[in-house]
């Protein structure tokens, strides 16, 4: 953790020695995100109705989503970059630190810019959060905080196991964004727009579901298309605990598995 | 002439090279093709028809443009290869060569696409034509023209990467002006969402945007939008900003020449 954080620190001094350029990769990161949620904005000007959610709940899930989404990519993104350490040989080095691999991986290039996603999906989350028709119980009020940690950690944990899928091919870093990139699109949406094939395989396969789909059911008092039990609405801490130690377990399986390219 | 074609023909054989860098990226392309159209068939059974679209023929704009991400590149915001270069001092180099430097990059660019075309389009169409009724054009017209419009939209987002390229080597700022580049190409495309979607007051605005030759114009030609006179209209519309955009570049580039300052060496 403290070696995470030295490096993070190292990086972002290093980034700052530009800071117009940084404070214009940020704008630009705030806006690029921003151009999903003005999607949004115009299908709602077509129908104020989306699949049975109001533009304040659709809000409501892109922010979630988007939140833990930019939380776990400032924090573990870059883990995406292993192939490129593989076929560079500097994943030896790497090996070679007496700090863990992940750690390096995960803050190398450790840039402050991609938090301007995080202040743009905060910004939607806190108009959602105002304009949402909701009965605000205390129980609804503890499960948004709990729902988007719980994002952050499976959203990491899909970070970390797609990049550990790079240890077998090296040139699946464009693959993996369908998971990565791809998850926090489609969480930005009710799920129940996709077909129940599809909802399925986000909830038992790559449990994205669980990132802000589930806990929103019951926040926002939605039927579960799949009509799982009640229960499983509150299940997001516990999928994201189990979805870790699976990423941990391929971690090290892929470091293990690991043969330097010998050059 | 030769010169050009031997480049261009360079090109294609170095990129057909990344066959499973391709396949990777037209991997992520479906998925995200299979999730745009779902986002829009929730909103087409609302009304059935929008914008003139109806449900099969905004699925299929889904997987078409997502098809074209990769051949078009238009959201690659400048030319990554040459501001490398610009930095690593190689620009130089390029500068004398006996061959014109806007005229190389083009055929260079030109040859990039090919690849990308057969690995990155058709795999899109193809997975979604498995799961959804698309709708393939039916008039003869249409595929005869589709070759051209693809070209002049790869020209016309060369001009623009082109431009960028100028800009960033004049500002000495890479990053900074490919995204805001990207930013304007992500919303003026349709790749965001169709054109035909966007409020009145926009719509027509962004249609007549460069930005819309590249991706719009070539989907809406593909869905057989446009017949007859409009066919040809539209052709023209991407012709006239391909050699307006390249115009300028050129203009630019003799500026930018007498600036340039080579780094390193």
């Given at each position: 953790m403290r070696a995470y954080w030295l490096l993070a620190r190292t990086w972002t001094r290093a980034a700052a020695q530009y800071p117009a350029s940084l404070a214009m990769l940020t704008v630009s990161q705030l806006v690029i995100t921003g151009i999903d949620a003005v999607a949004i904005l115009i299908i709602f000007q077509h129908t104020s109705s989306y699949a049975g959610f109001s533009l304040p709940e659709v809000m409501f899930l892109y922010g979630t989503s988007g939140v833990s989404f930019a939380i776990a990519n400032a924090l573990i993104g870059t883990v995406d970059q292993l192939g490129q350490h593989i076929r560079a040989g500097t994943?030896?080095?790497?090996?070679?630190?007496?700090?863990?691999?992940?750690?390096?991986?995960?803050?190398?290039?450790?840039?402050?810019?991609?938090?301007?996603?995080?202040?743009?999906?905060?910004?939607?989350?806190?108009?959602?959060?105002?304009?949402?028709?909701?009965?605000?119980?205390v129980d609804r009020i503890a499960l948004v905080p709990v729902m988007i940690v719980s994002g952050v950690v499976i959203f990491a944990a899909v970070w970390v196991l797609g990049a550990s899928y790079q240890f077998l091919a090296g040139e699946a870093a464009e693959a993996?964004?369908?998971?990565?990139?791809?998850?926090?699109?489609?969480?930005?949406?009710?799920?129940?727009?996709?077909?129940?094939?599809?909802?399925?395989?986000?909830?038992?396969?790559?449990?994205?579901?669980?990132?802000?789909?589930?806990?929103?059911?019951?926040?926002?008092?939605?039927?579960?298309?799949?009509?799982?039990?009640?229960?499983?609405?509150?299940?997001?801490?516990?999928?994201?605990?189990?979805?870790?130690?699976?990423?941990?377990?391929?971690w090290r399986a892929g470091v293990r598995h690991y043969r330097s390219t010998g050059s | 002439?030769?010169?050009?074609?031997?480049?261009?023909?360079?090109?294609?054989?170095?990129?057909?090279?990344?066959?499973?860098?391709?396949f990777g990226g037209?991997?992520?392309?479906?998925?995200?093709?299979?999730?745009?159209?779902?986002?829009?068939?929730?909103?087409?059974?609302?009304?059935?028809?929008?914008?003139?679209?109806?449900?099969?023929?905004?699925?299929?704009?889904?997987?078409?443009?997502?098809?074209?991400?990769?051949?078009?590149?238009?959201?690659?915001?400048?030319?990554?290869?040459?501001?490398?270069?610009?930095?690593?001092?190689?620009?130089?180099?390029?500068?004398?060569?006996?061959?014109?430097?806007?005229?190389?990059?083009?055929?260079?660019?030109?040859?990039?696409?090919?690849?990308?075309?057969v690995y990155r389009s058709i795999p899109p169409l193809l997975a979604g034509a498995l799961v959804f009724d698309l709708r393939l054009p039916d008039s003869p017209a249409v595929w005869l023209v589709l070759p051209v419009t693809a070209v002049l939209a790869v020209v016309v987002s060369f001009a623009l990467r082109y431009l960028v390229m100028l800009a960033a080597t004049l500002l000495h700022d890479e990053r900074g002006v490919s995204s805001a580049a990207t930013i304007l190409a992500l919303f003026f495309s349709g790749i965001m969402i169709p054109l035909t979607l966007f409020p009145v007051w926009l719509r027509p605005i962004a249609e007549l945007s460069p930005w819309a030759a590249t991706i719009q114009v070539p989907?809406?030609?593909?869905?057989?939008?446009?017949?007859?006179?409009?066919?040809?209209?539209a052709l023209a519309s991407q012709a006239i900003w391909a050699l307006a955009l390249?115009?300028?570049?050129?203009?630019?580039?003799?500026?930018?020449?007498?600036r340039v300052v080579v780094q390193g060496g």
């Open positions: 994943f030896d080095a790497i090996l070679l630190r007496p700090v863990p691999a992940l750690v390096q991986v995960a803050a190398d290039q450790f840039s402050p810019r991609r938090l301007g996603k995080l202040v743009q999906a905060a910004l939607v989350l806190c108009i959602a959060l105002a304009t949402l028709d909701v009965q605000w119980t993996m964004n369908a998971a990565t990139y791809g998850g926090n699109y489609v969480t930005q949406y009710p799920l129940s727009i996709l077909g129940r094939d599809a909802i399925r395989a986000l909830t038992w396969v790559i449990p994205l579901a669980f990132v802000n789909w589930m806990p929103a059911l019951y926040i926002l008092d939605q039927p579960d298309p799949l009509g799982l039990p009640g229960s499983v609405r509150f299940a997001s801490p516990l999928v994201a605990l189990l979805l870790c130690l699976v990423a941990a377990l391929v | 002439m030769r010169l050009y074609l031997t480049v261009a023909w360079a090109s294609v054989r170095r990129h057909a090279t990344y066959r499973a860098a391709a037209a991997f992520a392309n479906i998925v995200f093709g299979f999730i745009r159209a779902y986002v829009l068939i929730a909103l087409w059974q609302t009304k059935p028809e929008i914008g003139g679209y109806d449900v099969a023929a905004a699925v299929t704009f889904c997987f078409l443009t997502q098809g074209l991400i990769g051949p078009i590149a238009v959201f690659n915001g400048g030319l990554p290869e040459v501001a490398q270069r610009v930095r690593s001092g190689d620009i130089a180099l390029d500068l004398y060569r006996p061959a014109d430097f806007q005229g190389w990059l083009l055929v260079t660019d030109l040859g990039r696409a090919g690849p990308d075309f989907a809406d030609i593909f869905l057989g939008r446009y017949h007859g006179i409009a066919l040809l209209a390249l115009g300028i570049g050129r203009m630019l580039t003799a500026r930018v020449r007498r």
